[in-house]
């Protein structure tokens, strides 16, 4: 394991990189131990607070499984880790963006917002429509593309609120989350997506009607655009 020593100013967060890079990549795989704080200590150059403070959070995050009294060991993250590990995943080891990754956030966005939309249909109040009405307009006149970006996130975010579904709601935030530090890229990337005001509108107006099945094909169509314009930018790339 290429652990090297640590010179930046968060030595925790710094030390949590290295090891979870280690984990992700499989260079270190499951089952694997990890060695014992004291040699992490001396081989990253950092105290042991440090060490167990990052420890702590590859732990959270069902990265390793620290055994009191014995090893900590890799876990299988894949079977055991849930999407807020999607942002270490983001990036591969030469710092481009995991195609397959990438495709995966996008489905999963899309997937989640049309059923969203078929619920809210069933279940959003009357300030929920007119928000999202408002946010509709908000969409069309955004004078750029991460305005345009942000408008989408205000009106998918309403669904999702329209829905009164929590699991919903909780994944939509880590999604946004995710694709933040790449955001000028996704504004780009599904332009066509953002562009369409009218599809949006056509949402918004079918949740008005209740018409769940009909929300629901509105949002498909919608985001469908942009999920296969980062289909096929990741498969070029």
Same mark, same amino acid.
């Given at each position: 394991?290429?652990?090297?020593?640590?010179?930046?100013?968060? +030595?925790?967060?710094?030390?949590?990189?290295? #090891?979870?890079?280690?984990?992700?990549?499989? /260079?270190?795989?499951?089952?694997?131990?990890?060695?014992?704080?004291?040699?992490?200590?001396? =081989? #990253?150059?950092?105290? =042991?607070?440090?060490?167990?403070?990052?420890?702590? =959070?590859?732990?959270?995050?069902?990265?390793?499984?620290?055994?009191?009294?014995?090893?900590?060991?890799?876990?299988?993250?894949?079977?055991?880790?849930?999407?807020?590990?999607? +942002?270490?995943?983001?990036?591969?080891?030469?710092?481009?963006?995991?195609?397959?990754?990438? /495709?995966?956030?996008?489905?999963?966005?899309?997937?989640?917002?049309?059923?969203? *939309? =078929?619920?809210?249909?069933?279940?959003?109040?009357?300030?929920?429509? /007119?928000?999202?009405?408002?946010?509709?307009?908000?969409? *069309?006149?955004?004078?750029?593309?991460?305005?345009?970006?942000?408008?989408?996130?205000?009106?998918?975010?309403?669904?999702?609120?329209?829905?009164?579904?929590?699991?919903?709601?909780?994944?939509?935030?880590?999604?946004? /989350?995710?694709?933040?530090?790449?955001?000028?890229?996704?504004?780009?990337?599904?332009?066509?997506?953002?562009?369409?005001? %009218?599809?949006?509108?056509?949402?918004?107006?079918?949740?008005?009607?209740?018409?769940?099945? %009909?929300?629901?094909?509105?949002?498909?169509?919608? #985001?469908?655009?942009?999920?296969? %314009?980062? +289909?096929?930018?990741?498969?070029?790339?």
């Amino acid at each position: 394991m290429p652990l090297q020593p640590v010179q930046r100013t968060s +030595v925790a967060g710094a030390v949590f990189n290295q #090891l979870s890079d280690e984990i992700v990549s499989g /260079r270190l795989a499951p089952g694997e131990a990890l060695p014992p704080e004291r040699e992490l200590t001396e =081989r #990253l150059g950092v105290n =042991r607070q440090a060490v167990r403070e990052a420890l702590q =959070r590859l732990d959270q995050l069902g990265l390793v499984e620290i055994r009191h009294g014995g090893s900590t060991r890799v876990l299988d993250f894949r079977q055991v880790g849930g999407p807020e590990l999607l +942002v270490l995943l983001l990036l591969g080891e030469n710092g481009t963006l995991d195609a397959g990754v990438v /495709r995966s956030i996008f489905e999963l966005r899309a997937t989640v917002a049309a059923d969203a *939309a =078929r619920l809210c249909a069933a279940r959003a109040v009357p300030g929920t429509v /007119r928000a999202l009405e408002d946010a509709a307009d908000a969409i *069309a006149a955004a004078p750029t593309p991460l305005d345009a970006l942000a408008a989408s996130e205000q009106f998918w975010g309403l669904v999702i609120e329209g829905a009164d579904n929590v699991a919903y709601r909780l994944l939509h935030n880590s999604l946004e /989350r995710i694709y933040d530090p790449i955001r000028d890229q996704v504004a780009s990337l599904i332009a066509d997506e953002l562009d369409d005001a %009218a599809g949006h509108r056509r949402v918004a107006v079918a949740i008005a009607k209740g018409q769940e099945r %009909a929300a629901e094909v509105a949002a498909r169509k919608v #985001l469908a655009s942009g999920t296969e %314009a980062v +289909v096929a930018a990741m498969a070029e790339s």
